[in-house]
């Protein structure tokens, strides 16, 4: 994926360090992927947790991460769950012999940090996709001016590990003339006994104009359907 992209190796066993009920989030996505039908395809999925809530609504769902660490900690909460197949892969060169999907979602195309590398992955999940099969993309769009933030302490809504206390601090900035988000944080876990487990987790995403995303889904045959937000595209095969 390039460099930049994060430590998520180390992350992945802390997935759900922030506490937070993402309930809400996975049924809109359920109900975005029913408009289409049954089979969906998830990529960038970390442990796949949306993809397991779909699997247990009835759904047929193909999840995919490019961190190992984070697909072994999805297949060891969910690798049980009919409906649900988690694979390694790269969303920009990935081939699975599956029927082709209804439905295909992303909220993370920042990590892809080229426009080519954004037209490789639309390619792939277009070889994936059946005609009349839906794809959302939620993303933002580059800033008109570049801004910073100072470094901050982020505390979970709630301490979800036992016997351990997690939180991570923060900063990063904005380039308006590249397009990139450059976000630096530390991640900190401390245990009953005082021990603190410290690492880094630094990266950027870049963010696109939507008439690059219009011209990239044009060039990989995809029709806009809908826009809304700031910003979701709902394109169709």
């Not at 180390?10 to 937070?20: E, M, N």
């Not at 769009?141 to 923060?170: D, F, I, M, R």
């Not at 991640?187 to 219009?214: T, V």
């Amino acid at each position: 994926m390039g460099n930049m992209i994060g430590n998520y190796a180390q992350h992945a066993q802390y997935w759900d360090w922030s506490g937070h009920d993402r309930s809400e989030e996975h049924e809109r996505w359920f109900n975005c992927a029913a408009k289409y039908g049954k089979n969906v395809l998830i990529p960038m999925c970390a442990w796949g947790e949306t993809g397991a809530y779909m699997a247990q609504r009835g759904m047929e769902v193909t999840a995919f991460d490019i961190t190992p660490e984070m697909v072994a900690e999805g297949r060891k909460r969910y690798g049980n769950l009919p409906g649900l197949r988690l694979h390694e892969g790269d969303v920009r060169d990935f081939s699975f012999d599956i029927p082709p999907v209804d439905f295909c979602y992303s909220v993370d195309f920042g990590h892809l940090l080229t426009i080519e590398d954004v037209k490789q992955a639309l390619a792939c999940i277009h070889r994936h996709l059946r005609i009349g099969g839906g794809l959302v993309i939620q993303t933002q769009l580059p800033p008109e001016k570049s801004s910073s933030w100072p470094l901050e302490t982020y505390l979970p809504a709630n301490q979800v590990y036992p016997n351990l206390k997690v939180w991570k601090t923060g900063s990063g900035r904005w380039d308006a003339k590249t397009g990139r988000q450059y976000i630096s944080q530390a991640f900190y876990a401390e245990d009953e006994n005082g021990h603190i487990e410290r690492f880094e987790h630094a990266f950027y995403m870049q963010f696109y104009s939507r008439d690059e995303w219009l011209s990239a889904f044009r060039e990989c045959d995809f029709t806009v359907i809908g826009e809304s937000g700031s910003i979701t595209f709902e394109v169709s095969k």
